[in-house]
């Protein structure tokens, strides 16, 4: 399993997580709709929305966090257990 330091000072967005559950769909929702492949998937830690990551062409990810506010998410690719903060770009 691959973990990432954590930072020294809590993030201040660390209460916008919820219980979201597992993912709802099989790959980015948006790619998935739109046709589009990605590279890494990631999981809003607010409402439970599957995007893929900056390395992918269409980042929904990210575009997600700037237009819902949801800023904190977890990759959801096997081995991997760690999370992001769009606003601080810091693992949390």
Do not use: K, N
């Amino acid at each position: 399993m691959s973990t990432q330091p954590t930072p020294s000072v809590p993030d201040p967005h660390l209460p916008l997580i919820r219980p979201v559950g597992p993912p709802r769909t099989p790959g980015c929702a948006e790619c998935l709709r739109l046709g589009t492949p990605w590279v890494h998937l990631r999981q809003c830690l607010t409402c439970g929305e599957v995007g893929c990551c900056d390395s992918s062409p269409m980042r929904h990810t990210r575009a997600h966090a700037a237009t819902t506010g949801h800023v904190v998410v977890r990759s959801i690719e096997p081995g991997e257990d760690w999370r992001w903060c769009y606003v601080d770009d810091q693992f949390v």
